[in-house]
């Protein structure tokens, strides 16, 4: 096989490093800011080496390699985000399998992830999820969609909303990069003068780092960083 797991190990310590270093940089406490190890793609043994060096928190994007992973690795105690494109007729396994979704930006998928969330699980973590660069082929509420979704997310019983998730178009530079997780901390930020408590702003990936910690993220999503390129989907 000629998948390199070889330096994972060096890899999670290096994004635990840069982690600490732009949280430094931007005066956060580090421990403020969490990390998702984003696995798409990546096989079982890939995460059973990542939980091995500490890592906990696993996203994944699509659900049937997702649940076939979870399988695989029930002996460990990992918290599971799924964080791709969610179609409404698909809602029941994630709302059984994982503790976070975040990539909510629809009334009727909240609804049935609520309806579907067993009694038995605490309540499903939630992000809305939030077309920031407004780019027409990207999912996403609008800003303008923003405060009546999550209003009305807020009040369905088995979700637990926490906050907001972006992935902005691509951009060079820290400063080009800043502004789009500002608006979705500014975005999170009214949310919450209007009553909502939400503490999550999940943004930043392998590129943008830093630029979402000086923004104030709470959790970003770090896939190649820790392992490598991801192979083709088979
Ligand atoms: C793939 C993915 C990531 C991780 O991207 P990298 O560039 O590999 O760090 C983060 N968030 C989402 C929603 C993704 O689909």
Not at 34 to 53: C, D, E, H, Y
Request: proline share 6%.
């Amino acid at each position: 096989m000629t998948h390199n797991l070889d330096n994972l190990h060096a890899r999670l310590a290096s994004v635990r490093q840069s982690i600490q270093q732009a949280a430094e940089r931007h005066q956060r406490m580090p421990e403020t800011v969490a990390l998702l190890a984003v696995s798409k793609t990546q096989p079982a043994v890939a995460i059973r080496m990542a939980a091995a060096a500490g890592q906990r928190r696993f996203g994944e994007n699509y659900l049937q390699e997702a649940l076939a992973k979870m399988a695989e690795l029930g002996d460990l105690e990992l918290e599971w985000h799924f964080i791709g494109p969610l179609q409404s007729n698909k809602t029941r396994p994630v709302a059984e399998h994982f503790a976070w979704v975040h990539s909510v930006d629809r009334l009727k998928l909240a609804e049935r992830l609520s309806a579907q969330r067993p009694d038995a699980l605490p309540p499903l973590n939630v992000c809305l999820q939030v077309n920031i660069s407004a780019e027409a082929s990207k999912s996403g509420c609008s800003l303008a969609e923003l405060p009546e979704l999550a209003r009305a997310v807020a009040t369905l019983p088995r979700l637990r909303l926490r906050g907001l998730m972006a992935i902005p178009a691509p951009a060079e530079g820290l400063a080009q990069q800043r502004q789009p997780f500002r608006r979705l901390r500014e975005a999170l930020e009214q949310l919450n003068a209007t009553g909502l408590q939400l503490d999550t702003l999940s943004m930043g990936m392998s590129d943008d780092l830093e630029a979402a910690i000086a923004e104030g993220a709470t959790l970003v999503r770090v896939g190649s960083a820790i392992f490598g390129a991801r192979p083709p989907r088979a």
